[in-house]
């Protein structure tokens, strides 16, 4: 017979087995994500998808530790303020295990500086700056993406080899640009000791004035153009160059711009010919970029942008971390991700223990355009740690701790 | 520069700058005639280039498809505007002053999500116009076809404003409404029609401009903002009203602009120069020098006293001490109940709070409203920041002393602002404020650039989340209170008589510039001391702390809360952040939420929120005695 007593006890074994039996044990592991997802939307919306994918994939494989994971995201509003809040409210509030994500130089670097304070592992995703393994890295703080330097580096051997002697150099005004050119500067002046810079343009990112700094380049008279444009930005300057007769006889060299997410919004007039960096998804054809390339399109009914493959790969990164840690505890999982090596859809990535920079590849080729659309043709594949200064080198410039 | 090279790059400028003018002077003529600081124009703009790109991809890429769709464009943003005049300002005219502010930011907020909703995340890249794509070549040069007509259409767009404004009765209204818009609706004249129409006609030219821009620009989230403060500085510039004037503003900065580009880098003196990297803060710095020579912009007048539509001020009333006791006890007991977070948000909402009174007191009693007040909130931050990092001061000591320098920057810029008065003076704050925030994004070896600065932690005794929280409620909380008892001593009282009647003030024998200038320092640094609270709970500080965002969310906080009464801004710093907080955390499309919040609170607390549940008070007492 029903009675009360028997009602309070079968709940309580019940409220019992529910805190202490086997599913307890399932509860899933939380890793927290944080991304300037209203302001970067072009990149951030396709790396959100390629979240979910390693989310679901890892989920239908049983998870790691035997548990499921969960990524809990946030909008840090494309503010370091913001961010630091958001970091703490996911490691206080929703007890995630540690953190993930960023796009900004300035918002990577502030959780960077925030996860040293409050001894969590961060795997930065997105920011390019190379002051987060660098000048200002940390022992908790890793970074997957091929940085500006590297990227700038992987440009270098073309531009090399063009001898061209007058360079003009346009790049946003902001870390992303500055460091870019930079590091454009050294590289090539090192290899090609009677190189000119004859101009040089840093306009505000996002509101380029494209008719007059295509002017004052054409003025210049420069033999080749170095650029880190992107966004609208570029589309501005790639339409404005054009009918100005910019490029004509000029080699471009532009960071980034064979990326769907830049490369695609400029359709048939994608600029023939420029070097560039970027992401030919439809030519690929490794097992492992083929194996994401199917499940993202079975899942999506759309082709993967870079920001799916950063979004997937740092997922996979923390997955991986996770698994060789074999617990999360901060210590061990800080050890497990310094050397961790694992599978992206690029290739086998190494996260160095020498800078905790991840040896991430990128694709380096020439912008041609076909049934009216932009794509990269005479595309090779470089290998990040081939793209990375000396290891003396980069110890000059990691502050030691 | 060769000649051909100036040439072109004077014909760059004037091409920037029509578009410019078109949107500067919607802007000009609806402020002009309803008083409202419009921020939702800038969306309309960012409209007119979207709706252009999709009507074109309906109609065809062939001349006629490209012009109708730019003209229809232009009058369906015209539609939107006049969507946005009636379901929200036309029901809040009577409410305090700026207070529409709050909801034309709400609408910018709102719009931004319905553009990323119906258009995607992705840039639109229109078509080049058709017949106009190619270039045409002048002095051994190549300029677009298209940039010429542009450069045609300004005059053209100006002319038929110049036309529409004195030779109909519709702008004699408009210029009538302009100079006294009492006196035009004590003559019989339809406000409500004649401010529809004005804000059709205003919106039109926003549409336009943007539409008019697609072959040169894509369609991006990023617009809105990105043309808005450039806008603002055109017609202050120009000076409020002045078609010709801001006409006259778009080219000098346009023209500015590519002349900056054009000289490029430059060494003088063994001093490298970068002029192209001075495009970040040229238009700011013009404006700055304008409104110190010339108060009222280049062709504006003085402003006609302007009898106020809302109701007089009424005054504040001393909170009591008992009420503020049992608040303290409260907040003092939080962290031992609540959970880490609420204790981290605290913290935020306190050193928002603090700002928020500081631009309280400055643009409610004392009558000078501030765009730039993010400024001393910034450069607070940045002084604890360097005070820390540059010169190896104790944590103590640098978050004691940076209120000291943002005050010290409060003397400089407030001596030229208390010279202005309204928008004029709200600009000239924005102004620094800008210069400011481009000294320091630029200045990488000492403020860290666009990066900002870390590793800026509290000492170790403080590094505790609860133990910080009590040194900002400490801190943040003693501000408030200085703040709030100032209000009440004879300097507060001077403020609000030369607020209420300058002239009277004067002639009592208040010195009131004086006086404006020191609640300018006074209001600066402790906006500083909330600046240099905040970035130690941060650990990091940024660029952003100093930005137009910045200053609008400081803004937004006080108008939230009722600018009309004492503790309105502390109330609407905890809500805007407590609800944005929230908001983002739990839904896709937070910023139209977060619009649509705002604009319920708008509609239903023309009084702010503060002010809006007092009236429900007094009317619940009135209604029981």
């Keep these: 017979m029903l009675t009360r007593n028997n009602l309070l006890a079968g709940t309580a074994a019940l409220v019992a087995l529910a805190l202490f039996g086997p599913a307890g044990a399932q509860t899933p592991i939380k890793i927290g994500e944080l991304n300037s997802y209203k302001v970067f939307p072009a990149f951030l919306e396709p790396y959100k998808k390629g979240i979910e994918l390693a989310v679901e994939e890892v989920n239908a494989a049983g998870g790691v530790l035997g548990r499921k994971i969960e990524v809990i995201s946030r909008d840090d509003n494309g503010n370091p303020g913001d961010a630091v809040r958001v970091a703490e409210e996911l490691l206080s509030r929703e007890q995630v295990s540690f953190l993930i994500g960023t796009f900004p130089s300035n918002v990577g670097l502030a959780v960077a500086d925030f996860a040293k304070q409050r001894k969590v592992l961060f795997i930065a995703a997105e920011p390019l700056t190379d002051k987060i393994v660098w000048d200002s890295g940390n022992a908790y703080t890793f970074r997957l993406r091929t940085s500006t330097y590297m990227q700038t580096a992987m440009l270098i051997p073309d531009a090399v080899k063009l001898k061209k002697k007058r360079w003009a150099i346009v790049y946003p005004n902001y870390e992303y640009g500055q460091s870019a050119t930079a590091a454009f500067k050294k590289l090539l002046k090192e290899k090609q000791p009677d190189v000119e810079f004859v101009a040089e343009q840093a306009p505000p990112l996002g509101k380029i004035d494209a008719g007059a700094v295509a002017q004052a380049l054409a003025d210049a008279k420069p033999d080749a153009i170095f650029s880190s444009l992107f966004g609208a930005d570029l589309a501005k300057f790639v339409r404005e160059g054009q009918t100005r007769g910019l490029f004509k006889g000029v080699e471009v060299f532009n960071l980034l711009a064979g990326e769907p997410e830049y490369l695609d919004p400029l359709k048939e007039e994608a600029p023939e010919g420029w070097y560039v960096t970027g992401y030919p998804w439809s030519e690929i054809k490794t097992p492992e970029h083929t194996k994401f390339l199917t499940a993202y399109q079975t899942k999506f009914k759309d082709y993967p942008r870079l920001g799916s493959v950063v979004g997937y790969a740092t997922v996979m990164s923390a997955v991986e971390t996770i698994k060789k840690a074999g617990s999360l505890d901060q210590d061990k999982l800080i050890a497990a991700a310094s050397g961790l090596k694992l599978m992206t859809p690029f290739g086998m990535v190494e996260y160095r223990s020498i800078d905790h920079q991840s040896t991430m590849g990128a694709y380096v080729g020439r912008i041609a355009v076909k049934d009216g659309k932009g794509y990269m043709k005479d595309w090779r594949f470089v290998d990040g740690k081939d793209a990375l200064p000396s290891d003396a080198e980069v110890l000059k410039m990691r502050p030691k701790n | ?625």
């Excluded at chain 2, 920057?409 to 928008?423: D, T």
Aim: with cysteine; glycine share 12%.
């Design chain 2, 1 to 625: 520069m060769t000649f051909a090279s100036i040439i072109i790059q004077l014909l760059n400028g004037l091409a920037a700058a029509s578009s410019l003018f078109l949107v500067s002077a919607g802007l000009s003529l609806i402020f002009g005639v309803t008083r409202i600081v419009n921020f939702a124009h800038g969306s309309l703009y960012m409209l007119g280039l979207y709706g252009a790109y999709s009507l074109i991809e309906a109609l065809g890429r062939t001349p006629f498809g490209f012009w109708s769709a730019v003209i229809l464009a232009a009058l369906a943003v015209g539609l939107v505007g006049i969507a946005i005049e009636v379901l929200v300002l036309r029901r809040i005219y009577r409410a305090p002053e700026l207070f529409q502010l709050l909801a034309t930011f709400a609408v910018v907020l709102v719009i931004k999500d319905i553009a990323l909703f119906t258009w995607g995340a992705e840039d639109l890249v229109g078509p080049r116009a058709p017949g106009l794509s190619m270039a045409v070549e002048i002095l051994g040069k190549r300029i677009p076809a298209y940039d010429l007509l542009l450069i045609a259409i300004g005059p053209v767009v100006l002319g038929v404003m110049w036309l529409l404004l004195t030779r109909t009765r519709w702008g004699a209204l408009v210029r009538a409404a302009t100079q006294d818009r009492e006196m035009v609706g004590a003559l019989g004249v339809d406000q409500a029609k004649l401010f529809t129409s004005v804000f059709f006609v205003g919106s039109v030219l926003a549409g336009l401009g943007g539409a008019l821009q697609i072959p040169r620009e894509p369609a991006n989230l990023e617009l809105d903002l990105a043309i808005i403060a450039d806008a603002f500085v055109i017609t202050v510039v120009g000076g409020l009203g002045s078609i010709t004037g801001a006409f006259l503003a778009a080219v000098i900065i346009g023209v500015a602009k590519a002349f900056c580009i054009g000289i490029g880098t430059v060494t003088w003196f063994g001093f490298e120069i970068s002029f192209s990297k001075l495009t970040l803060v040229v238009e700011f710095l013009i404006m700055a020098v304008v409104l110190v020579a010339r108060p009222y912009g280049l062709l504006g007048k003085p402003q006609a006293v302007q009898r106020i539509a809302a109701d007089p001020v009424p005054p504040l009333t001393a909170p009591s001490w008992k009420i503020a006791l049992v608040w303290v006890v409260l907040l003092l007991g939080v962290p031992l109940v609540a959970d880490r977070y609420i204790t981290i948000m605290l913290t935020d909402i306190v050193c928002f709070a603090l700002f928020a009174v500081s631009l309280h007191f400055i643009m409610g009693p004392a009558g000078m409203v501030s765009f730039g007040h993010a400024a001393y909130f910034g450069l607070g931050a940045y002084a604890g920041g360097l005070l820390l990092k540059r010169a190896g001061l104790p944590m103590e000591a640098a978050l004691l002393l940076a209120p000291l320098c943002a005050g010290a920057f409060a003397v400089v810029y407030g001596w030229f602002c208390v010279r202005l008065s309204g928008v004029y003076l709200a600009m000239l704050t924005l102004a620094f404020a800008q210069i400011s925030w481009s000294i320091v994004f630029q200045w990488d070896s000492f403020t860290g650039g666009s990066n900002g600065l870390f590793g800026i932690w509290p000492s170790a005794w403080l590094a505790g989340k609860t133990t910080y929280y009590y040194l900002a409620l400490a801190c943040c909380g003693t501000g408030i209170a200085l703040l709030w008892r100032v209000l009440f001593s004879p300097f507060g009282a001077a403020l609000r008589a030369g607020r209420d009647s300058p002239l009277r003030a004067e002639a009592i024998g208040i010195d009131l510039r004086g006086f404006q200038w020191a609640a300018f320092v006074l209001v600066g640094a402790l906006a500083g001391l909330a600046g240099s609270v905040y970035a130690f709970s941060k650990g990091s500080i940024s660029p952003s702390t100093i930005s137009i965002g910045q200053s609008t969310d400081g803004l937004i906080m006080v108008l939230l809360g009722g600018v009309e009464t004492l503790t309105g801004p502390v109330v609407g710093a905890a809500v805007y952040t407590w609800v944005r907080d929230a908001v983002a955390r739990h839904t896709e499309f937070w910023r139209a939420v977060m619009g649509g919040i705002i604009l319920l609170i708008v509609l239903l607390f023309p009084q702010g929120l503060v002010g809006g549940l007092k009236a429900l008070f007094l009317r619940w007492k009135e209604a029981r005695a």
